[in-house]
Structure formats: C-alpha cells, structure tokens
C-alpha cells in the first residue's frame, strides 16, 4: 500500500489519540480511554517505551508502542529472550486494514536491534491476530497476562 512513517507522540498527538481510544472497535480492547491516554501522557519522555504515531502520507493511521518485554510485570512474556521487545497498538479512523503492512515494516527496524518482538493480543481478538500474522508474527502459546486475561503469545525472530 505505500511507506510508513513512525514519529514520536507529543502533547499535541493525545486529543487526537483520545478520539481513537473512544471507536468501538478500539475501545473493546483499550478500556478506559482517559485511564490509557493518562497512561500514554506518561510515556512521553519515558525512555524505556517508545510511543509512535503512525502515518501514511500526511495521515496519521494508528498508535504503537515498544518497550523491552521484562520492562513491566509480563507473566506471558517471562520465557522469551532478555533483549525481546513487546508491542502495544490501535488503529485510527483511517487505519484498519493497514496494520499488518506498517507492524512488518516496524518490526523490520526493530529487528535491526534485537533478536525477537513480542505481542499478546487477547484469544478473542480475531483481526488483530490475523494483522500480526500478516506483520511475520507466529505463535500459538495462550498465557495469562498480569490481570490473568489469557492472552496469545505471538513473536518474530531475526
């Protein structure tokens, strides 16, 4: 579809990333919108996450962050290499369908640095399985996560 761009959230980018947070098809997987952007006001600056605004062209797309997987408490990740990084993302108004096309081009930079990325999308979250795959995500291992929500452990390697 074309070349993505990934540019560090700012102050400017939360009311913008508030309205995505409030789309059904978002707000079923991120709850609480003021909690998360709370939460995403934090990590900027923060330099063990890295939060990106993903753009098109001009058009921002979808939100994504990376942190080293051992960074929080992560049961599901506790088995995976020390330098894995872990992913968290949504998509804006304009962004469903591009999701496997920019994570692989993602994941490509982050593998540049380290030997594996982690992502754990709940078992119930069907596209969001099927973008990762598309993005060389593989997996089939179902763990609990720290609130004990089963999740599905999905990496790509080197």
């Known amino acids: ?6 540019r560090s959230v700012t102050g400017n980018d939360l009311t913008m990333l508030s309205g995505w947070l409030n789309q059904l098809q978002v707000s079923r997987w991120w709850p609480n919108g003021a909690d998360q952007i709370a939460h995403i006001r934090d990590h900027i600056g923060d330099p063990s996450i890295t939060p990106l605004i993903v753009s098109l062209g001009d058009d921002p797309i979808a939100y994504v962050q990376h942190y080293k997987a051992r960074r929080w408490p992560a049961p599901q990740f506790g088995h995976l290499p020390h330098d894995t ?74």
């Open 85 to 158: 990084i872990a992913l968290d993302l949504f998509s804006g108004p304009i962004g469903f369908g591009h999701g496997g096309e920019w994570l692989r081009q993602l994941g490509d930079q982050l593998l540049e640095q380290v030997s594996m990325l982690a992502i754990d999308p709940t078992t119930d979250n069907v596209a969001a399985v099927r973008a990762y795959r598309k993005a060389g995500f593989d997996g089939d291992v179902i763990r609990p996560d720290a609130d004990g929500k089963p999740v599905l452990v999905m990496t790509r390697r080197r």
């Open 1 to 6: 579809m074309g070349e993505y761009a990934f």
